[in-house]
T-cell receptor, first 111, second 107 residues
Framework: DGGITQSPKYLFRKEGQNVTLSCEQN?????MYWYRQDPGQGLRLIYY???????QKGDIAEGYSVSREKKESFPLTVTSAQKNPTAFYLC??????????FGSGTRLTVV | AQRVTQPEKLLSVFKGAPVELKCNYS??????LFWYVQYSRQRLQLLLR??SRESIKGFTADLNKGETSFHLKKPFAQEEDSAMYYC?????????FGTGTRLLVSP
């Protein structure tokens, strides 16, 4: 059953801690993306990767980091430098010819 | 830079009324535009894309390059159409979204 999986569904973090959100896809897609979804602001692009071992900053990359060591995986680390990390995070992937598949999201709450 | 604008945060209509969700874009190249929908407690999913020119669930959208618009329309809204709708544009190898419009269809 092909798809894109985000884990965990809910995540709680203490202030000052780094936390990593997982995104895995078995669709053999080349590109992967991370978005942040906030009420009234839509989905904003954090980072994206078109190919393994390469990634680019999106519109709101500050306080986040990513890696793309494998085609299937694109983990996102929310660092302590991110001033307002509480949000819903969506991962997506797409093949070269286009079309995007989205994960079910991770809701991160800072406590 | 690419940008997508959805001017309405909320659109509230009665069942059977026509619906138009507005989307304007700015992009220097030839855009590829999409509408995505997110129903309550469900994943974001593709509704339609301008290159396919098809109608999905009664919705249509026409790309107007002169007005740089890609408005989403449906002649008769249904209660099950209530959801969050996002207009999106692919440019420079990335997908950029508008802020979204919540459509609320009342009986």
């Amino acid at each position: 059953d092909g798809g894109i999986t985000q884990s965990p569904k809910y995540l709680f973090r203490k202030e000052g801690q780094n936390v990593t959100l997982s995104c895995e896809q078995n669709l053999n897609h080349d590109a992967m993306y991370w978005y942040r979804q906030d009420p009234g602001q839509g989905l904003r692009l954090i980072y994206y990767s078109q190919i393994v071992n390469d990634f680019q900053k999106g519109d709101i990359a500050e306080g986040y980091s990513v890696s793309r060591e494998k085609k299937e995986s694109f983990p996102l680390t929310v660092t302590s430098a991110q001033k307002n990390p509480t949000a819903f995070y969506l991962c997506a992937s797409s093949p070269r010819e286009g079309g995007y598949t989205f994960g079910s999201g991770t809701r991160l709450t800072v406590v | 830079a690419q940008r997508v604008t959805q001017p309405e945060k909320l659109l509230s209509v009665f069942k059977g009324a026509p619906v138009e969700l507005k989307c304007n874009y700015s992009y220097s190249g030839s855009p590829e535009l999409f509408w995505y929908v997110q129903y309550s407690r469900q994943r974001l999913q593709l509704l339609l894309r301008h290159i396919s020119r098809e109608s999905i669930k009664g919705f249509t959208a026409d790309l107007n390059k002169g007005e740089t618009s890609f408005h989403l329309k449906k002649p008769f809204a249904q209660e099950e159409d209530s959801a969050m709708y996002y207009c999106a544009l692919v440019g420079f190898q990335k997908l950029v979204f508008g802020t979204g419009t919540r459509l609320l269809v009342s009986p």
